[in-house]
């Protein structure tokens, strides 16, 4: 089956600066998703990533502070922009495709701290 | 109110047990349904897609009522594996994907 993988697995950032997430999956996927999980808390969804256009974002999710490219079938980014601790989560790519439309399957997850 | 809902737990049983979760919907319009398993620090698999007839794999017995938009789980026989928080996933989009997913019941199974 295809494998998500994402880097970095983790980071500790400073406030104020950005980081840039990656998300590649090795086989040919229709739709691709951002999530975020706070401490404690269940997932939620950022954006779908759309292949050569801007993302589709939630209610909440802003593209200034969450810019999002996808420019092939495989790949992804999320960046997360001028971070405050509140930023501080495990942010996952997930992507559908193989099996059924409504199936997700998720990367390892990246986990973000910011100091 | 939240859009899926589940009883966060914990549930303690002993190998062997029988348990069962629930989960509750609001959105009427919800096309498709899911249960997904977390283990600690990693990341959310599935575990079983949930059919209005019901369905079975293993060990473990999904039920969906539509009427009610209620959603079970049912595991028998419970193993030290199955330790784990169970999510309860709702797609709310007639088109596209949007889960929206349940804050997890967590389940610890011990010997």
């Known amino acids: 089956s295809a494998v998500i993988s994402q880097k970095p697995s983790r980071d500790i950032c400073q406030r104020g600066t950005s980081l840039t997430i990656q998300c590649q999956v090795d086989?040919?996927?229709?739709?691709m998703f951002w999530y975020r999980q706070q401490p404690g808390q269940s997932l939620t969804l950022i954006a779908t990533a759309n292949q050569g256009s801007e993302a589709t974002y939630e209610s909440g999710f802003v593209i200034d502070k969450f810019p999002i490219s996808r420019p092939n079938l495989t790949f992804s980014t999320l960046t997360v922009s001028n971070m405050s601790p509140e930023d501080s989560s495990i942010y996952l790519c997930s992507a559908t495709g193989w099996r059924s439309y409504n199936e997700q399957f998720f990367g390892p997850g990246t986990r973000l701290t910011v100091l | 109110r939240k859009e899926v809902e589940q009883d966060p737990g914990p549930f303690n049983v002993p190998e062997g047990a029988t348990v069962a979760f629930n989960c509750t919907y609001s959105n009427s319009a919800s096309q498709s349904f899911f249960w997904y398993r977390q283990d600690c620090r990693k990341e959310p698999k599935l575990l079983m897609s949930?059919?209005?007839s019901g369905n079975e794999d293993g060990r473990f017995t999904a039920q969906l009522n539509r009427a009610s938009q209620y959603i079970s789980l049912l595991i028998r026989d419970s193993k030290l594996s199955d330790s784990a928080t169970y999510l309860c996933?709702?797609?709310?989009?007639?088109?596209?994907?949007?889960?929206?997913f349940g804050a997890g019941t967590i389940l610890r199974v011990k010997s």
């Open positions: 086989s040919q996927v229709t739709m």
């Open positions: 949930v059919y209005s």
């Open positions: 996933v709702v797609n709310t989009r007639e088109y596209g994907n949007k889960l929206v």
